[in-house]
T-cell receptor, first 111, second 112 residues
Framework: AQRVTQPEKLLSVFKGAPVELKCNYS??????LFWYVQYSRQRLQLLLR??SRESIKGFTADLNKGETSFHLKKPFAQEEDSAMYYC?????????????FGTGTRLQVTL | NAGVMQNPRHLVRRRGQEARLRCSPM?????VYWYRQLPEEGLKFMVY????????ESGMPKERFSAEFPKEGPSILRIQQVVRGDSAAYFC??????????FGPGTRLTVT
């Protein structure tokens, strides 16, 4: 069965410091991986997906199939990055595309 | 486009009552997904529906839970005879296809 692990419940960094939010997955097939973000009092929204290989709000994530990881990185944290971040794995069966989420990591950026 | 709408945002029910959660997908989206988030856990898939059809209900508890997405109107997640363990945040997502999902703000169900 597929599984997504985010080992850190809380990550606290200073403004301007680098950020790495860890995500590991287990899935026997070819995964599609996503990072979702939830800012305070807002709905869950897609931050980025691995197949698009783009940088959103300065964040990047590279899929490492050898290590089964999809860590989210940003070189310089900003206060507005403080939020809950969820890594998710999509399994597309052709008829459905359900997401399996990790438990989330709260990123706290302090001055 | 107003985005995915869910109502109510907060719902309090006593044990044994019924809970009805509504989800209006984004305009043009015919795919609806329901997820449940228990305290301190990630979102867990419950059910995937298209108009008038349940496509995948592998994450739904076998008893008391049901979902529908009629031809007209919102998708409904129905929980009969609620118990304390049903207290959670329930999220709906919609999609125009089997790709990217757009989430609603969630309904927080509290069972007293």
């Amino acid at each position: 069965a597929q599984r997504v692990t985010q080992p850190e419940k809380l990550l606290s960094v200073f403004k301007g410091a680098p950020v790495e939010l860890k995500c590991n997955y287990s899935y026997s097939g070819s995964p599609e991986l996503f990072w979702y973000v939830q800012y305070s009092r807002q709905r869950l929204q897609l931050l980025l997906r691995h197949i698009s290989r783009e940088s959103i709000k300065g964040f990047t994530a590279d899929l490492n199939k050898g290590e089964t990881s999809f860590h989210l990185k940003k070189p310089f944290a900003q206060e507005e990055d403080s939020a809950m971040y969820y890594c998710a794995l999509s399994i597309n069966t052709g008829t459905a595309s359900k997401l399996t989420f990790g438990t989330g990591t709260r990123l706290q950026v302090t001055l | 486009n107003a985005g995915v709408m869910q109502n109510p945002r907060h719902l309090v029910r006593r044990r044994g009552q019924e809970a009805r959660l509504r989800c209006s997908p984004m305009k043009g989206h015919s795919h609806v997904y329901w997820y449940r988030q228990l305290p301190e856990e990630g979102l867990k898939f419950m059910v995937y529906l298209q108009k008038e059809n349940i496509i995948d209900e592998s994450g739904m508890p076998k008893e008391r839970f049901s979902a529908e997405f009629p031809k007209e109107g919102p998708s409904i997640l129905r929980i009969q005879q609620v118990v304390r363990g049903d207290s959670a945040a329930y999220f709906c997502a919609s999609s125009p296809s089997t790709l990217e999902q757009y989430f609603g703000p969630g309904t927080r169900l509290t069972v007293t």
